[in-house]
C-alpha cells in the first residue's frame, strides 16, 4: 500500500507569512496574522495549513469553503443575524461560500485549516 499524505509537524513549520485582516474590515483591537500554507493542489483550488492570529475582531465574508479545527486560543465567530459561535482548543467548524459576519480572536488564537475555493 502505498500512503500519499504527511503529517504536520508544528515543531519544523518553517517561516511564515505575515499579515493582517483588511483595515476596512477591522472592528477593534490590531489583529496580526501567521500563515503557514503547508499544502496546496496542482490547480490551486485547496489548501491546507496552519494559521495564527492575535486579539481582535474584524468582519469576515466567505467565498470559498473552509473546515479549521483550532489548537490553542479562544475565538468567537458570529454568522450576521445568528448566536455567537465560541471555539476552543479541539472545536472543528466549517465556513461555507456566502458566510458573512465577524471573527473575534479573544486569546491568541491558532488553527488548523483546509480551504477549497469555489
Request: overall charge negative; hydrophobic content about 35%; some cysteine.
Amino acid at each position: 500500500m502505498h500512503v500519499h499524505g504527511f503529517k504536520f509537524d508544528l515543531a519544523v513549520l518553517g517561516t511564515p507569512e505575515e499579515g493582517a485582516p483588511e483595515p476596512d474590515r477591522v472592528i477593534a483591537g490590531a489583529p496580526r496574522t501567521k500563515t503557514w500554507n503547508l499544502e496546496e493542489t496542482p490547480d490551486g483550488k485547496i489548501f491546507a495549513g496552519v494559521w495564527e492570529c492575535t486579539p481582535g475582531t474584524w468582519r469576515i465574508s466567505y467565498d470559498e469553503w473552509e473546515s479549521c479545527t483550532l489548537i490553542s486560543g479562544i475565538s468567537v465567530v458570529t454568522e450576521d443575524g445568528r448566536a455567537p459561535v465560541t471555539l476552543e482548543a479541539g472545536d472543528t467548524m466549517i465556513l461555507r461560500p456566502g458566510f458573512a459576519g465577524t471573527w473575534q480572536v479573544i486569546e491568541t488564537t491558532r488553527k488548523f485549516y483546509v480551504i477549497r475555493l469555489s
